[in-house]
């Protein structure tokens, strides 16, 4: 009984250790490659020719990819001290918001003014400490395309 309990504690911490990867698909015109999917550095990606990929680290970091004949490659080394949870909390941001009504949801809460959430930890923290995960999500967009023009 103990071996099978500290199997279990094993294949947690080094399972959750593993699902960490290291880029997050903030945008594509490449309709195979959806909006929240996760890459790891070094990773070969089927972007096709003249289509564009734009990932983020949970760093913040974002880099815009052009796919070619051969797909394009994310860029970068592996990162073994990757921030998982703040990885997870971004992936729930970018990914589409659930459809309908959901149970749970905060009503009538004092969420933060979408201007005053200008870096990743303010939008990191107000999607979840305070539950403004819809604030927390448009502020995130608003992040990205100043990113994407301070780029240009």
């Given at each position: 009984?103990?071996?099978?309990?500290?199997?279990?504690?094993?294949?947690?911490?080094?399972?959750?250790?593993?699902?960490?990867?290291?880029?997050?698909?903030?945008?594509?015109?490449?309709?195979?490659?959806?909006?929240?999917?996760?890459?790891?550095?070094?990773?070969?990606?089927?972007?096709?020719?003249?289509?564009?990929?734009?990932?983020?680290?949970?760093?913040?970091?974002?880099?815009t990819l052009r796919g070619g004949a051969?797909?394009?490659?994310?860029?970068?080394?592996?990162?073994?001290?990757?921030?998982?949870?703040?990885?997870?909390?971004?992936?729930?941001?970018?990914?589409?918001?659930?459809?309908?009504?959901?149970?749970?949801?905060?009503?009538?809460?004092?969420?933060p003014a979408i201007e005053s959430l200008?870096?990743?930890?303010?939008?990191?923290?107000?999607?979840?400490?305070?539950?403004?995960?819809?604030?927390?999500?448009?502020?995130?967009?608003?992040?990205?395309?100043?990113?994407?023009?301070?780029?240009?």
């Amino acid at each position: 009984m103990r071996k099978l309990l500290i199997g279990v504690a094993l294949s947690l911490a080094f399972g959750g250790a593993a699902a960490a990867s290291d880029y997050l698909v903030v945008n594509s015109t490449d309709p195979a490659i959806k909006r929240g999917q996760a890459f790891d550095a070094g990773a070969k990606v089927p972007l096709g020719a003249g289509k564009t990929l734009t990932v983020m680290r949970a760093s913040g970091e974002v880099t815009t990819l052009r796919g070619g004949a051969a797909g394009a490659t994310i860029p970068g080394a592996r990162v073994a001290s990757a921030d998982a949870a703040r990885f997870e909390t971004l992936r729930a941001l970018v990914e589409p918001p659930p459809q309908g009504r959901t149970f749970g949801a905060r009503r009538g809460g004092i969420c933060p003014a979408i201007e005053s959430l200008t870096t990743l930890d303010d939008i990191v923290r107000t999607a979840e400490s305070s539950g403004c995960k819809a604030v927390a999500r448009q502020a995130l967009d608003a992040y990205l395309t100043k990113g994407a023009a301070s780029n240009d």
